[in-house]
């Protein structure tokens, strides 16, 4: 069975830093793309940042261009999110997300099939 397990978030004032990890697990072999989605209160689920597993090809939001860092880690099946500078409108719930297979939907919450429980993340300014 496939698991996605989020860890890292918290409460941090604005201008701090804090590192989410995703750790995949109930596969042996790679994911295609690995992404990260936020999802605020009141607000759809919206993209953030992902990952082509193999080729290590990243792609943004506009909104944390700059700022955060999305990463991967073979070894341990785990993929990360370096947030910087954080900001109060980055507060939310932040889930990660994955699929087997490429696609061209990796900004969409539709182009994935396997979702974490999400992590809290709550700036304040």
């Known amino acids: ?72 880690d073979n070894a341990k099946n785990t993929m990360y999110l370096q947030m910087n500078s954080l900001k109060a409108e980055d507060t939310a719930v932040y889930y990660c997300a994955a699929r087997i297979r490429l696609s061209d939907r990796l900004y969409y919450t539709d182009g994935y099939p396997y979702w974490g429980q999400g992590t809290q993340v709550t700036v304040s300014s």
Do not use: H, N
Not at 28 to 47: C, D, I, L, N, V
Not at 51 to 58: F, I, M, P
């Open 1 to 72: 069975q496939v698991q996605l397990v989020e860890s890292g978030g918290g409460l941090v004032q604005a201008g701090d830093s804090l590192r989410l990890s995703c750790v995949a697990s109930g596969r042996t072999f790679s994911w295609s793309t690995m992404g990260w989605f936020r999802q605020a209160p009141g607000k759809e689920r919206e993209f953030v940042a992902a990952l082509r597993w193999s080729a290590g090809s990243t792609y943004y939001a506009d909104s944390v261009k700059g700022r955060f860092t999305i990463s991967r």
